[in-house]
């Protein structure tokens, strides 16, 4: 009766999981590899061919410039891998392009002497915030990075930060741990005491800057959200550090437009962090070169937008086509250009996280 009672329970949760797919019944993740034919600049028709173990998808000819995707489920156990082949002209290339354990939607870009993994979607759970962020080619190597010299010197705080941001929805909107592990060296390399955050989510930079500015250093924060702020807010006070933070629940323009009518408070800021709405990027910037000090630095997270800044409008892909995210693209595209012109600046752009770029004021 007891075995009879396991195998009932069995049974009920493996019911419980399987969903409708496609017409048919799956218990599995479905996976999407899209594949781009960058070939010599897409000027070769390629010939793709995948399969696995199980199942061959076939040959496909994607043109010049064009992509050809498809997808599968999981194997129930174990790992289910696609090796594809690629042939154009003379050349070349077998590889094993799908680890279902790292990619949940993989785009890669076929090039004459290499295929290149540019985006990826990830499903580990435990570090989805992280990973998802770094634009490395390869996900172990960016594993490796965190838990060599990211994740052992990482506080504590900050940890349970990351923890309780994981089963949020916006999760991936965190910022990567080794993203940060560089700002928190910015911070005590320019010894901050007087900081502006514009955009905290949960918090994680936040407190970052709150445990390394010193104890009589001040934060403004900035965010027109203060229930995502309310997430991290009970960790934040438990580290000691929530009296060096000003947290303003608002659009960020009016607070920064509000600071500069004091004279006092132009030249006055050590460091500024921005990971908000990155249409007023350009704006922020323009206010931020007045609020810090001659040698002050200001960062901007997402500067790479997923890689895309570097991909062509036709070939970006669906999920960065809606017209917020591709007007917030557009915005990234316009500040990088501005920021390279920007004689006021030393200026650094780092392919850390989803890309950070660090601006010291020179004059």
Same mark, same amino acid.
């Given at each position: 009766?007891?075995? &009879?009672?396991?195998?009932?329970?069995?049974?009920?949760?493996?019911?419980?999981?399987?969903?409708?797919?496609?017409?048919?019944?799956?218990?599995?993740?479905?996976?999407?590899?899209?594949?781009?034919?960058?070939?010599?600049?897409?000027?070769? $028709?390629?010939?793709? %061919?995948?399969?696995?173990?199980? =199942?061959? /998808?076939?040959? %496909?000819?994607?043109?010049?410039?064009?992509?050809?995707? *498809?997808?599968?489920? $999981?194997?129930?156990?174990?790992?289910?891998?696609? !090796?594809?082949? *690629?042939?154009? !002209?003379?050349?070349?290339?077998?590889?094993?392009?799908?680890?279902?354990?790292?990619?949940?939607?993989?785009?890669?870009?076929?090039?004459?002497?290499?295929?290149?993994?540019?985006?990826?979607?990830?499903?580990?759970?435990?570090?989805?915030?992280?990973?998802?962020?770094?634009?490395?080619?390869?996900? $172990?190597?960016? +594993?490796?990075?965190?838990?060599? @010299?990211?994740?052992?010197?990482?506080?504590?705080?900050?940890?349970?930060?990351?923890?309780?941001?994981?089963? %949020?929805?916006?999760?991936?909107?965190?910022?990567?741990?080794?993203?940060?592990?560089?700002?928190?060296?910015?911070? +005590?390399?320019?010894?901050?005491?007087?900081?502006?955050?514009?955009?905290?989510?949960?918090?994680?930079?936040?407190?970052?800057?709150?445990?390394?500015?010193?104890?009589?250093?001040?934060?403004?924060?900035?965010? /027109? !959200?203060?229930?995502?702020?309310?997430?991290?807010?009970?960790?934040?006070?438990?580290?000691? /550090?929530?009296?060096?933070? !000003?947290?303003?629940?608002?659009?960020?323009? @009016?607070?920064?437009?509000?600071? &500069?009518?004091?004279?006092?408070?132009?030249?006055?800021? =050590?460091?500024?962090?921005?990971?908000?709405?990155?249409?007023?990027?350009?704006?922020?910037?323009?206010?931020?070169?007045?609020?810090?000090?001659?040698?002050?630095?200001? /960062?901007?997270?997402?500067?790479?937008?997923?890689?895309?800044?570097?991909?062509?409008?036709?070939?970006?892909? =669906?999920?960065? +086509?809606?017209?917020?995210?591709?007007?917030?693209?557009?915005?990234?595209?316009?500040?990088? +250009?501005?920021?390279?012109?920007?004689?006021?600046?030393?200026?650094?752009?780092? @392919?850390?996280? =989803?890309?950070?770029?660090?601006?010291?004021?020179?004059?």
């Amino acid at each position: 009766m007891k075995n &009879l009672k396991e195998i009932m329970l069995l049974v009920t949760l493996l019911a419980a999981t399987v969903r409708q797919s496609n017409g048919g019944l799956n218990i599995t993740p479905k996976r999407v590899v899209v594949i781009t034919n960058n070939t010599s600049e897409g000027r070769f $028709d390629l010939t793709v %061919h995948c399969k696995s173990k199980d =199942d061959d /998808v076939g040959e %496909h000819v994607p043109s010049p410039n064009q992509s050809y995707s *498809f997808s599968f489920h $999981d194997k129930l156990f174990g790992q289910t891998l696609f !090796n594809c082949s *690629f042939k154009w !002209n003379n050349g070349g290339l077998h590889i094993y392009i799908q680890d279902v354990t790292k990619c949940s939607t993989c785009y890669w870009s076929i090039l004459e002497s290499v295929a290149c993994l540019r985006w990826r979607a990830m499903t580990d759970k435990a570090n989805q915030a992280a990973s998802s962020k770094g634009l490395l080619q390869s996900e $172990d190597l960016y +594993r490796y990075i965190l838990e060599t @010299s990211v994740y052992p010197r990482e506080p504590e705080p900050l940890k349970k930060i990351r923890d309780v941001t994981a089963d %949020h929805p916006w999760a991936m909107m965190g910022t990567a741990p080794d993203a940060g592990q560089l700002m928190a060296m910015l911070l +005590r390399l320019v010894n901050a005491k007087k900081t502006i955050e514009i955009g905290v989510f949960t918090g994680y930079s936040l407190l970052l800057t709150a445990l390394t500015i010193p104890e009589d250093g001040q934060i403004t924060a900035i965010d /027109v !959200n203060r229930e995502t702020y309310e997430i991290g807010l009970p960790i934040i006070k438990k580290a000691g /550090v929530d009296h060096k933070i !000003n947290f303003i629940e608002s659009e960020a323009l @009016s607070v920064l437009d509000q600071l &500069l009518k004091d004279s006092e408070n132009e030249g006055s800021f =050590d460091y500024a962090f921005v990971d908000a709405d990155e249409d007023n990027y350009c704006n922020y910037h323009e206010r931020l070169m007045k609020l810090l000090k001659v040698g002050g630095i200001a /960062v901007y997270d997402n500067t790479l937008w997923g890689g895309t800044v570097a991909v062509p409008e036709e070939q970006v892909p =669906d999920h960065f +086509r809606g017209s917020s995210s591709s007007s917030s693209r557009q915005a990234i595209l316009d500040l990088n +250009r501005s920021l390279a012109d920007d004689p006021r600046v030393q200026l650094s752009h780092v @392919s850390l996280g =989803d890309g950070i770029t660090i601006c010291r004021r020179i004059f």
